[in-house]
């Protein structure tokens, strides 16, 4: 059997059951965006992410500043999802003997610059040789404790049926920015959508001032609206339902693509907005405190797996949405 | 300019100018064999290795399950030449979608078992599709705090002229085992250096001892004694002399490669033994401590670089020596 007949989550429910935390120094496991331990009065937050040429990224397509930018943007959005703060990175580079280093030159300058952006500091790595080009970021955040002992984080698994469902701004630019990017789209709203393709921003300040405002649960979007979403009610024992025509959507990917805009919205990834579950009153506060609508989008329920609405109330077909890294897509 | 005409410490440096420290907040950056920063009472260490298939192991002559236990212990030895105590992985899989998901477990088996071994956690993760298998893993550990706030740790910068150079072990046995592997060596002798080789005992019972005893200077030896022990001089200004005669010899290398056995153990890398740098009666207690040797193999001096002497004490030419691991070696 090979492993795209099981995919990454089945994989990932295998490590899980292959590497049992042997002791009570994790907090938080396999399973979430970050893993977190108790160091000193507080956590440590720690995610890692891949980022490899020609799968995650067209190397003849982008510049490689923005795959750097985007490299560790990836990592800094998991602390985000959990509510932490960034703090130190270490980049593995697997580089190809004949990559120039003008291209690691301007990686480099990439990472930096989202490093400023984010108060990080990049504090060590590995460099190896291997046919083919790929960069890992290894993040370190902080979360504090709360009175029982437990991080002050947002959690996957904290979902309950009755709360309200929110995103913290328009979904669907990252995949339309895929795509004008494989149609070799130019004009300004492809050029936004690659840019938001690129150079997400991750929600450092949406997922502290959700935290502070009293939201529990929260995952970022990275591989789709629903998928992400699924996570989170797989996590926690709880269904959803979401009615698209409340998804907000990227006011480029409306110009440039309005008959796909709300389909890749919904199942586009790589967002990097969060999802927030938390009572209404909550999210209206997580709001007031940024400054910034939350756009509720649904409600979680009792059942399972995640059900989209169209503006008629009827189900729409969201089997195949997502992203899975490993299995086989439909031809 | 492709980047194997710089090689991986011409790309280090680089980054480390690419990405200056932005805070104070990092005590030990680029470097070292592991990061440190503060966290609560004491520091964070931390550090990232990663094994790729036909580059770092020969994936159709080795077992996934002893795969699976270097890619932890490699980083379980950055750890140990910090001195430091390993706590907590992550491990990140790129994985072509046709690899064979019993692959998969064994690797997982095999960091289990390291992981129990040293009393690490596996908190998470990250899983890819890649078109070459790769194994990268992020370990933490901690470090204590001295008087006078900085991490209590070895540092690969803090050898002294006139302090004497110890090894914890025997070394070439690692060089031995992938030579062994080569050429598809059996009988006792080889099984024992293939063994050397893919299941590495990191040395945290050394660092420890040392770092009680009032060492400050250590590196484990991945790329190879005289390369390893260059970057001691390089990051501490100073230059060292070894005797080769005096450099401890795996047993079953004397027996299966007795012609080359003493450079095997000088240029060999991999072994995962630790260099300690100190004065003679501080080497001494450390390894009344350890209830083992320390074998003494030349002296810290004035000067730059690394002179390795035969019996008669003639300079040995080891320009080529040890391991870069993108530069061009000559043919």
């Avoid at 690659?194 to 450092?204: G, L």
């Avoid at 949406?206 to 009293?214: E, Q, T």
């Avoid at 709001?287 to 979680?300: E, F, Q, T, V």
Wanted: aromatic fraction near 4%; include cysteine; hydrophobic fraction near 45%.
């Amino acid at each position: 059997m090979d492993v795209s007949e099981i995919g990454e989550f089945g994989l990932i429910d295998r490590l899980r059951a292959a590497l049992p935390a042997t002791s009570r120094r994790v907090a938080i496991g396999v399973g979430d965006d970050a893993a977190a331990w108790a160091a000193g009065d507080g956590f440590v937050l720690a995610t890692t992410d891949t980022m490899v040429a020609g799968v995650h990224f067209l190397p003849d397509a982008v510049p490689w500043r923005d795959v750097g930018w985007k490299s560790l943007a990836v990592n800094v959005s998991d602390i985000a999802a959990m509510g932490g703060t960034p703090s130190v990175a270490l980049v593995t580079l697997c580089l190809p003997p004949s990559t120039q280093v003008e291209a690691v030159d301007e990686l480099y300058a990439g990472i930096a610059e989202c490093a400023r952006a984010y108060g990080v500091d990049v504090a060590g790595g590995d460099i190896v040789s291997a046919p083919v080009l790929a960069i890992t970021v290894a993040l370190y955040g902080t979360a504090d404790r709360r009175d029982d002992g437990s991080p002050r984080v947002l959690r996957r698994d904290a979902a309950v049926a009755g709360h309200a469902i929110a995103v913290t701004g328009p979904l669907g630019g990252s995949g339309g920015g895929l795509r004008a990017l494989r149609e070799r789209g130019s004009g300004a709203a492809s050029t936004a959508l690659i840019a938001r393709h690129m150079r997400p921003r991750p929600r450092i300040d949406a997922g502290r001032a959700a935290l502070d405002a009293g939201v529990r649960c929260a995952i970022d979007i990275s591989d789709g609206l629903v998928q992400d979403l699924g996570h989170v009610c797989e996590s926690s024992g709880v269904g959803a339902t979401v009615e698209l025509a409340r998804v907000p959507l990227d006011a480029a990917l409306v110009e440039q693509y309005p008959a796909d805009a709300r389909m890749l919205a919904a199942t586009g990834g790589e967002d990097y907005e969060l999802i927030l579950v938390a009572p209404d009153d909550v999210l209206a506060a997580t709001g007031a405190a940024l400054g910034a609508p939350m756009w509720i989008i649904g409600r979680i329920t009792e059942g399972r797996g995640v059900r989209l609405l169209d503006e008629d109330g009827r189900d729409i077909d969201v089997a195949s949405g997502g992203w899975d890294h490993l299995k086989r897509t439909p031809a």
